[in-house]
Structure formats: structure tokens, C-alpha cells
């Protein structure tokens, strides 16, 4: 198989699972099992790097964004809670500013997730490992 026809068909697994995570709503429903494979066909398309999508988040930038996946999985609901509060209060302003309110919703998420990533995640995970990982070599 050619290399555009392989980067097309992972470009396509990957928006098909961001279908069936995002947009059940919608009623598109991909089903366990399906979800399951397309996971796992993606993931091995990213691991063996031959095509398109699995080089471009290969890159050095996506590596050092990938750091603060888990601040932003972990941190990203504090920030839509409270925008949510501010869009259900100002309907008319988001409306209005349709582009603008979206784009700082994702910076603030952003900005949040790397605060707390530095702030709490890394002095944490420091402090675990000094307790936990190394403390036999602290006691000789």
C-alpha cells in the first residue's frame, strides 16, 4: 500500500474516534467492540510511525505538549464548569463573540493545566518519589 493511501486511512480511523468519543450525543455510536479495535488499530499505527498522522505527533513540539496531558486531563472540567457558569449568565456575549469565547476557554484550560502541572504535579511527584522510591538509599 502506497503512503497517502495508508496516512488517509489512519487520518480516517482517527477522526472516526473522535466521532464515536465525542459525538454520542448526535447519536453516532460506534459500539464497544468497534471503538475498541479502531483504539487498538490506531495505536499500532502509531507505533510502527510509517505514516502521516503517527509522524506529525511525533514531532518534538507534541512531545513536549504530551507532558501536560495529564494536567489537562485531570484540570480541564474545573475550567469548563466555571465557563459554563459565565456562558449560561452572558448568552447574549457569547453569542456575540462565538470565536473569541471558545478560543479562551482552551487557553485558560491550557494556562490552568501547566500552573497546576508545575505547581502541584511535579513538587508531588518529587516528593512521592523521594518517599516512597528512595528512601532505602536515604537511610545507608
Known sequence: MSYYAV?????????????????????FNLGNNVM????????????????FLS?????????????YTYSIF??????????????????DFCIQHSIAVPTAVIVAMLIFAVFCHHIVEMPLSR?????FLYKDKAKA
Open 7 to 27: 496516512s488517509a486511512f489512519e487520518i480516517f480511523i482517527f477522526i472516526s474516534l473522535l466521532i464515536g468519543l465525542y459525538w454520542k450525543h448526535l447519536g
Open 74 to 91: 485531570l484540570t480541564h472540567y474545573v475550567i469548563l464548569w466555571i465557563s459554563g457558569s459565565f456562558i449560561n449568565s452572558h448568552p
Open 36 to 51: 475498541s479495535g479502531t483504539i487498538a488499530l490506531l495505536l499500532w499505527m502509531f507505533l510502527i510511525k510509517k505514516v
Open 127 to 131: 516528593w512521592t518519589a523521594d518517599k
Open 55 to 67: 509522524n506529525f505527533f511525533n514531532k518534538s513540539w507534541a512531545i513536549y505538549f504530551g507532558k
